[in-house]
């Protein structure tokens, strides 16, 4: 068979329905620069970002203080919401830990107690970078907030810190097509 150009609008298969293979194994179907593929799922439809570098303190070991936020509205019930955060953290009373964790509105993505990420310091006030990530399913198309918050892991008047000595936290939001 001669190599050529198969012009067409749709293809479908002769019931309507099923599944249509290109290529044979071992093959490789190429699509070129700019192309799209399928339904875009995975793509990133947007980028919303909130920096800081005002240090954020609290004492409380009961609830999380809200630190930093960021606001994004969902283009698709579908679609689904990475958190990224990172920030320069510090606990000042010895055997105790700070704790941190990412609320959807009032809801918390992280354990009720031990959030997202915790550190505990052993014998000396502890200074550490914090970062990590969560991926959410929030099923909407309101708008939003995202927080980072943090508290302690006890009372005796410890504080924790968020953007220790003024380094910089970053809260990025990116909505993904599901």
Do not use: C
Not at 69 to 74: L, M, N, R, S
């Amino acid at each position: 068979m001669a190599d050529g150009t198969l012009k067409v609008g749709t293809i479908t298969t002769s019931s309507g329905s099923g599944t249509i293979t290109l290529g044979q194994s071992g093959e490789t179907i190429a699509a070129g620069s700019g192309v799209t593929i399928g339904s875009g799922l995975g793509k990133i439809l947007q980028v919303v970002n909130t920096t800081g570098t005002t240090q954020k303190t609290t004492t409380s070991s009961v609830s999380f203080v809200e630190a930093y936020t960021v606001d994004i509205t969902p283009s698709a019930t579908s679609s689904k919401i990475l958190i990224l955060f990172s920030t320069f953290g510090y606990q000042d009373t010895t055997a105790i830990g700070s704790i941190y964790t990412i609320y959807r509105d009032t809801t918390n993505l992280g354990d009720s107690s031990k959030g997202l990420f915790m550190f505990r310091n052993g014998g000396n006030n502890l200074e550490m970078g914090v970062s990590g990530h969560v991926y959410d399913s929030p099923s909407t198309t309101s708008a939003i907030t995202y927080g980072f918050r943090q508290k302690t892991e006890s009372g005796s008047s410890a504080i924790s810190y968020i953007s220790r000595s003024s380094a910089p936290t970053y809260l990025t939001a990116m909505e993904i097509a599901g």
